[in-house]
């Protein structure tokens, strides 16, 4: 009798997931990501009360502190040390707070291409505990002020390569 139940409970549940599969055909690809996005959230929160906790910077700092003249990055034949890169990347956050009204908790937009000045501009925000909206180089006019509005950013940080994208056709910079 229970093998029955069994079988006739198996047979019900397939024929509900062919007719959700077949009104809904990306059902199953749906609740695949959910249950992997689940997990995943799970292994961050346990991450995260693993003491200590780094942060990304916590790590770059520690490094730049115990291995100064170790080499961080190589750009173009050129190998940038921990300590300059903290160097510029604290010339970069006074900057910042400079000539801008950024405070901790704010959205910066970056438009920088793939180059270390986008490494120094990344870990300046961090070390001003404001969030990078990291804006694609390829998009242009509409899209670009598009990007920059819906991350509702207070400052839009572009790179020398990224001026020439920012002209419009007239030849004058877009203003928001």
Not at 60 to 69: T, Y
Not at 98 to 123: C, I, Q, R, S
Request: hydrophobic share 45%.
């Amino acid at each position: 009798m229970s093998v029955n139940l069994l079988y006739t409970f198996l047979a019900g549940l397939l024929g509900l997931i062919l007719l959700i599969s077949k009104k809904y055909p990306y059902f199953l690809h749906d609740l695949r990501y959910a249950i992997s996005a689940i997990g995943i959230g799970i292994r961050l929160d346990k991450f995260q009360k693993k003491t200590p906790y780094y942060t990304v910077l916590e790590r770059f700092l520690e490094q730049a502190k115990n291995q100064p003249q170790k080499t961080f990055l190589i750009f173009e034949g050129r190998s940038f040390s921990y300590s300059f890169a903290d160097n510029e990347s604290n010339k970069v956050a006074r900057a910042l707070q400079t000539h801008t009204d950024l405070k901790e908790g704010d959205t910066a937009a970056v438009f920088v291409g793939n180059e270390p000045d986008f490494v120094w501009l990344w870990l300046a925000l961090a070390k001003l505990g404001c969030t990078a909206a990291l804006l694609n180089t390829n998009i242009r006019s509409k899209s670009l002020l598009h990007c920059f509005s819906c991350c509702d950013a207070k400052v839009l940080v572009a790179g020398a390569g990224a001026l020439l994208t920012l002209e419009n056709p007239r030849g004058q910079i877009w203003r928001s």
